[in-house]
């Protein structure tokens, strides 16, 4: 900082989150997902919004991991994708498997660019669409199929993307 004063660190998130072969069949009860919200507070309105319905989304998706990042953790993600930056609140969604026949151990999933949305009522419409899919689709063997057929052709396009061989490490 300009004063010579130190801010304090954000503490590092410690996660593997490359996908692996699951044990079984899916289930609706079983660990799917690791969720993160990147938040830096660019967009108040929607960023707002989002922490409000917290406790709703985790009411739906007990069984996954919700994790919070501070604006500071927020940033040095951001850091490592700057072309996101703006684009928060980021809901960010780790598939902790991959399916058959597939490469594992890399990084699956998608994210939902809350942050491009002015208008919360937007938002809102969006986080409940996401909500909603997760819940119809956490038994699927490839969740990419379905995010490229269902989110992708009802306009999330440019919202949503998925994640291949994400490489940005969470901090």
Excluded at 11 to 22: S, T, Y
Excluded at 46 to 57: E, F, T
Excluded at 98 to 104: D, I
Aim: neutral net charge.
């Amino acid at each position: 900082m300009a004063d010579g004063t130190q801010t304090e660190q954000a503490p590092r998130i410690d996660l593997d989150l490359r996908a692996r072969p699951p044990a079984g069949p899916f289930t609706r009860d079983m660990k799917r997902f690791d969720i993160f919200l990147i938040d830096t507070g660019w967009n108040t309105s929607v960023s707002k919004l989002v922490r409000l319905h917290l406790p709703l989304i985790y009411g739906y998706m007990r069984q996954d991991s919700l994790y919070l990042l501070t604006p500071e953790q927020s940033v040095e993600v951001l850091k490592g994708a700057p072309e996101f930056i703006c684009h928060d609140p980021i809901v960010l969604v780790y598939d902790l498997f991959v399916p058959q026949g597939r490469r594992h151990g890399n990084y699956r999933g998608f994210r939902l660019n809350l942050g491009r949305l002015k208008v919360a009522d937007q938002a809102l419409s969006r986080l409940q669409e996401f909500v909603r899919f997760i819940n119809l689709h956490r038994t699927v063997t490839c969740l990419d199929d379905e995010v490229r057929r269902e989110l992708h052709r009802e306009g999330f396009d440019g919202m949503v993307k998925i994640l291949h061989e994400a490489s940005t490490e969470l901090r």
